[in-house]
């Protein structure tokens, strides 16, 4: 009997151990989730913030860019970028030139945090399924990897955010000379919802899609390589000893990756803000000059109409700015991701 007493007692000790040492274990499986779950906070915030602060950087060079999209031919009002910025300050002032600003960064923040984040796990899972097919457990990333990343990530952040950027150019494109339906982005999401439907938030949204692959991902994939061949090459002194770029560099990257990103996607760019003016009953006053609204039958119709009635020179409207803006606002956006993840204690670089 106290042979049995003293096996049960065993058994129970035993059977406690087991417990307390699975309980250890699973209490270190889970405690890298609260760091890593800490990570991506701080990744998306970057993210956000960089997004925020570059294109508020440009809001009045964004602006113009639209206006010069979709204005009448037949009525010019904006003749370049600098008699346009003073044609927008002269008429509507200094909130003009911001008009439409918080509207962007409240689609550009969430679109931004999305699209670095999405950046930096789509770079991880195409570079394991690369070193899963190619069976090199030490490839490194190159352009086209890189490439595939950045256009997934264009995608992914670009339909979450969508319907705010399509509200955003009609709110935009309203002038003291045209009838102001809109009071925000809610009250323009609401109007549009309420009279056009839900697919009519969503319109422009192929082109955006093809324009994004190229744009975005030429954006990442240039800025990445770029970064890597000077660490590589250590011109001019340009690297750190700990094999670093400094900001100045990394803003030249950043520009060099805008220029060859916008150049490439600008026309299905037009488009898409053509096709995004669709169902306005005052879009023909913006575009026209008349009080007719403007019909696409889709994005090959917007493309053959625009150029049948403008010309091949309409799809390039507003490049002039687009360019002067959308340099420094990749590369501030670039810098200042990088930055604020090194405040906040996160990895630097973009990718691993």
């Known amino acids: 009997m106290a042979s049995e007493d003293v096996n049960t007692g065993e058994s129970a000790v035993s059977t406690i151990v087991n417990f307390a040492e699975e309980a250890k274990l699973a209490k270190e499986e889970i405690k890298p989730l609260k760091p890593q779950f800490y990570s991506i906070c701080k990744s998306l915030i970057a993210g956000g913030v960089a ?8 809001a009045p060079l964004e602006r113009l860019k639209i ?6 031919p037949h009525s010019i009002r904006y003749n370049g970028t600098i008699q346009g ?5 002269r008429t509507e002032g200094f909130k003009g030139l911001f008009k439409g600003n918080g509207t962007n960064c409240a689609r550009i923040i969430p679109n931004s945090a999305v699209k670095f984040f999405s950046y930096e796990q789509a770079s991880k899972g195409i ?3 690369y070193r899963q097919q190619t069976g090199n457990e030490d490839a490194q990333h190159n352009p086209v990897l890189r490439l595939g990343a950045g256009a997934c990530a264009g995608i992914i952040a670009m339909s979450a955010t969508y319907p705010m950027d399509m509200v955003r150019g009609r709110i935009t494109v309203q002038t003291e000379k045209s009838p102001y339906q809109y009071r925000g982005m809610f009250h323009a999401l609401s109007t549009v919802l309420r009279e056009e439907g839900f697919r009519a938030l969503y319109r422009g949204w192929l082109p955006s899609v093809i324009g994004v692959v190229p744009y975005v ?10 970064k890597d061949v000077i660490v590589a090459s250590k011109p001019l002194g340009l690297v750190n000893e700990n ?4 900001v100045v560099t990394r803003l030249a990257c950043g520009a060099a990756a ?3 990103g916008q150049t490439v996607a600008y026309p299905l760019d037009v488009i898409r803000r053509r096709m995004q003016m669709v169902g306005w009953a005052n879009a023909g006053s913006v575009i026209r000059g008349d009080g007719k609204g403007v019909e696409y039958d889709g994005m090959v119709d917007a493309f053959r109409k625009t150029v049948k009635l403008e010309g091949y020179r309409a799809l390039y409207k507003g490049l002039v700015p687009n360019s002067v803006k959308v340099v420094p606002s990749i590369a501030i956006a670039f810098v200042t991701y990088e930055q604020v993840k090194e405040l906040l204690g996160v990895e630097i670089r973009i990718s691993d």
Request: charged share 15%; glycine share 12%; proline share 0%.
């Open 243 to 246: 094999d670093e770029l400094g």
């Open 85 to 89: 910025l003073k044609y927008i300050w």
């Open 67 to 72: 206006l010069l999209q979709v204005q009448n």
């Open 127 to 129: 570079l394991y399924l």
């Open 217 to 226: 991902g030429l954006n990442f994939a240039v800025y990445e390589s770029l």
């Open 51 to 58: 997004g925020g602060v570059s294109r508020t950087a440009v």
């Open 258 to 260: 805008g220029t060859v």
